[in-house]
């Protein structure tokens, strides 16, 4: 029996994913209709995952190159020679291959995405960071009733849960001299894994959000500009580690504070 349990962070996140049975579903359900906070932190995932949805369909609709057909893969490997395509593969540039194949069959999108990665770098380095701070600066950036999950008070808690989650010591640069108080953070998903979000407001209201997290490719990447609608942000990496700045104000004023944030956090401007 699921009832009583305690609805978790992995709860909503399964929710979002259709991966629940039925009677948790129902059950988060009824708590999202009790916590409208919540759901429409929700409902900014599922924005989320129906954005990158849409951003991949291209790719998942192509169909298998011949050479990677899994059913021949596997067949040419068994042979005693193996075909002239496998002979060309490095050993685990064959696994890739098939793996890749496997998952474009089971998968579509998600395996269209795995299968053209090489294509599809520049969405996983600097420039992704952006997208990434606009969309949570959508959901979280007009919430007046929980915009951070934990506030400004408790910032050790969330520089020591944001810390172990992204597996590396992170700290919260102080902006107060530049007229933007710190008003806490919390942590949010993106399709590269956990990042750190950590939210600024001045006294007119205008939010900005820094987001951080791990880097799989351009590990060291000078400060660029960007600009999504209304939002734009300032981003660049330093040691494996990205960082962006967003908000709804031009990169000008955004691009002192960037400077201001590289500065406190130990990088070199």
Known sequence: MSEGRPITEDDLHA?????LEAARRTEIEDYLQRHPEVAQRIRGYAAQRDHLREALAPIAEEPIPAELNLAKLIEAQRRPHGSSTLRTLHPSQWWLAAAAALILGLGGGAGGWFLRGASL???AGVASLVQE?????EVYGPDHVRPVELRAADTAQLVGWVSQRLQHPIAV???AASGY???GGRLVPTPHGPAGLFMYDDDRGTRLVMLVRPMTIEQNAPMSQHARGSV???AWSNKGIGYTLVGPTSPEILHPLANEIRKQVGTEI
């Open 121 to 123: 770098a520049p969405r």
């Open 15 to 19: 929710y979002v994913d259709g991966a």
């Open 133 to 137: 701070a606009a969309d949570s600066y």
């Open 232 to 234: 734009s942000g300032i």
């Open 173 to 175: 640069p102080d902006l």
């Open 181 to 183: 108080r710190f008003m």
